[in-house]
């Protein structure tokens, strides 16, 4: 199964494939084809990058025959709008020379009227997002008594979402017989549990394990202590145009994602989407984007699921997520079908933990840059960074861990924009603590020094 022709697809596939010029399956593809096209429930572990769409679109589409009947025989599940955007237009691509129909529903700003005049015209397959996809379904517009193929594609955020109760709203509407497909980016408990209480023994498949990056993805970090050194960082970085020509900068919150778009001295070639902008401009801003009209786009986590943008030169995470799945999500966004991708990780003191977390999980240590030089560090801190719980003790020369704000690796003395109180703090912590040899021995260090006390 190394070549498509291996796979006997029809030939109208066949030709569609080679229209999208892809040369030979991805693994996922060559794993999946043959037990999903045998008919058994599947669950397929891949993470988003490796294929896995055309994997079990492929089976799919080559088994279903032409039909004129009002109610679909393919419901495929995906957690975001646009998630389901893209799996319909992969599946009108590979139908150009075959008669299907296809339905996208999803929520939102859209009014759900012109998607139910679209199922009531008849599809053979409905993509949608589970909420509005069983708001359609009740309203009786559609059916899904004919249902033979279930996909659930990103179960793992679609269970994240809470989604839960809507699948087994929506499994109740569907034919007990019927044939089940999950693909998943990461093994969870949820899923397990998901599996074992619907799939009848399924064929498992795991392309890359959970935690495990493509390999074509180069991985590094900037040590910086907080918001705006950070923002001071990629503004130095980003004047690289052609290094950085399609860029993809992670933002933990909203108010960061935002409050970045405004620091970064390129305003003109950026946009931003979170969950707080509307439809619209979220669409809008993907598709000046993918089109080249921006260079950088500046996202949440959330939103930026399902987004599948080619050529993503680089993916910065401004902060490190807590999660590590999700740092694997974010660089898989670079480094698509086999090109080279480059992975940057901004991290600060606070972040260290949570980044040898994600180094746990990929068994992998992210090499540590050089902090340049010319880029200024700052002790400016957003009033997040600002905010200290009350019962944390203040920053003093008696407590010996350094709080966001404070350089926590050594700097040219020219960097450093501090000020004179500030200054002779980090210069008695230098003292205290040396350069650290190895990412962790300066916390190491810390709670020796802590211990002693
Ligand atoms: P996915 O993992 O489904 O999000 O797919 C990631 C990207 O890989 C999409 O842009 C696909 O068009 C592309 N792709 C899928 N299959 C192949 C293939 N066999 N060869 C090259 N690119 C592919």
Redesign the pocket.
């Known amino acids: 199964m190394n070549t498509f022709e291996d796979f006997k697809i029809k030939s109208q596939l066949q030709n569609a494939i080679a229209d999208?010029g892809?040369?030979?399956?991805?693994p996922i593809?060559q794993e999946s084809f043959s037990p999903i096209l045998s008919g058994t429930d599947f669950v397929g572990i891949?993470q988003?990058?490796?294929?896995?769409?055309?994997a079990y679109l492929l089976p799919i589409l080559q088994d279903l025959k032409y039909s004129d009947q009002i109610n679909p025989r393919v419901l495929i599940l995906a957690p975001t709008r646009e998630l389901v955007i893209q799996i319909v237009e992969?599946i009108e691509k590979l139908t150009q020379y075959i008669s299907i129909r296809v339905v996208g529903v999803f929520g939102g700003t859209n009014n759900i009227n012109p998607q139910k005049v679209a199922v009531a015209q008849g599809a053979d397959i409905i993509v949608g997002t589970p909420r509005r996809l069983y708001d359609i379904a009740i309203s009786k517009v559609l059916s899904l008594k004919s249902i033979k193929k279930l996909v659930i594609d990103e179960v793992d955020i679609m269970l994240d979402f809470g989604y839960k109760t809507q699948l087994k709203n929506i499994f109740e509407l569907m034919p007990i017989k019927r044939q089940n497909i999950l693909f998943s980016a990461t093994m969870t408990d949820y899923v397990d549990e998901l599996t074992s209480d619907f799939l009848i023994t399924p064929i498992r498949k795991t392309i890359s394990i959970s935690g495990t990056p493509l390999n074509n993805i180069s991985q590094e970090c900037f040590e910086a202590p907080n918001f705006y050194t950070k923002a001071n960082l990629l503004n130095h970085l980003l004047e690289d145009k052609e290094e950085f020509s399609k860029v993809l900068i992670f933002v933990g919150t909203k108010v960061d994602a935002d409050r970045l778009y405004e620091t970064l001295n390129f305003e003109d070639e950026s946009s931003v989407i979170h969950a707080g902008k509307e439809q619209n401009h979220r669409t809008k801003s993907i598709e000046k984007f993918e089109s080249g009209k921006s260079r950088i786009l500046i996202a949440t986590d959330v939103v930026s699921r399902g987004i599948?943008i080619?050529k993503i030169s680089t993916v910065i995470s401004f902060d490190t997520p807590f999660y590590p799945e999700n740092y694997i999500h974010r660089i898989g966004r670079t480094g698509?079908?086999?090109q080279q991708g480059r992975a940057i990780l901004l991290c600060s003191e606070k972040e260290i933990e949570l980044r040898e977390a994600i180094e746990g999980l990929m068994k992998y240590s992210i090499p540590v840059n050089e902090f340049p030089e010319e880029v200024e560090i700052t002790s400016r801190l957003t009033p997040e960074e600002e905010y200290k719980p009350t019962n944390e003790p203040e920053l003093s020369e008696k407590n010996t861990s350094i709080k966001v704000g404070a350089s926590f690796h050594e700097k040219k003395a020219k960097n450093k924009k501090v000020n004179a109180e500030r200054k002779s703090y980090n210069k008695i912590l230098k003292e205290k603590f040396k350069k650290p040899l190895r990412r962790g021995d300066k916390i190491q260090n810390m709670k020796k020094k802590n211990k002693k006390r």
């Not at 988003?48 to 055309?54: D, S």
């Open positions: 999208l892809f040369d030979k399956p991805t593809q891949a988003t990058g490796t294929g896995k769409t055309i992969q599948d080619e698509r079908a086999n």
